[in-house]
């Protein structure tokens, strides 16, 4: 074998290399984002339950909620903005969970689980009517079409009900 022969042989070996380090380093990167994505994914599902717990988590807490969504007697100021607040976090944190969703990086499952959220509370008459209200302030236009047409589809059941 002549001197110019094994400097192409260690050519060859060097692209191989090369080659199989730039695999082993895409690979690397896809398992980096699988993992981060499942973090992210059980991150939003715990701290979104946590915080939908935390609304509920006392029997003063339950009754408050149940009154709000369920009854027909008015609140009061503070129990108003209170409600409301309330539910800028519930309804924004479905939003993050769509954007999240649009980005790719939570599971489906996991959008999925904040819109079931999201349909419990636009049972409410009271949320859609809150939902009317508040849909322009600095709603994604994709998000507010996919929250009108859970409203609706509960506004139809509600008008079918009543005829």
């Not at 380093?25 to 915080?51: C, D, H, P, V």
Request: net charge positive; glycine share 6%.
């Amino acid at each position: 074998m002549t001197l110019e022969n094994i400097y192409y042989v260690g050519q060859t070996v060097a692209v191989v290399v090369i080659v199989a380090t730039l695999l082993a380093l895409f690979y690397q990167g896809y398992q980096t984002n699988k993992i981060a994505r499942a973090e992210l994914t059980l991150s939003l599902w715990m701290q979104t339950g946590a915080a939908h717990y935390a609304f509920m988590d006392a029997p003063e807490k339950a009754d408050f909620m149940h009154r709000a969504m369920m009854g027909s007697a008015a609140l009061t100021e503070p129990e108003k903005f209170r409600f409301a607040n309330l539910l800028g976090f519930a309804i924004g944190a479905h939003e993050a969970a769509f954007m999240l969703r649009q980005r790719g990086l939570v599971e489906e499952a996991a959008y999925q689980r904040n819109e079931g959220l999201c349909r419990l509370y636009l049972q409410s008459p009271r949320v859609r009517k809150w939902w009317r209200q508040r849909r322009e302030y600095n709603y994604d236009p994709r998000f507010r079409a996919i929250i009108d047409g859970i409203a609706n589809e509960y506004e139809t059941a509600q008008a079918a009900r009543q005829e």
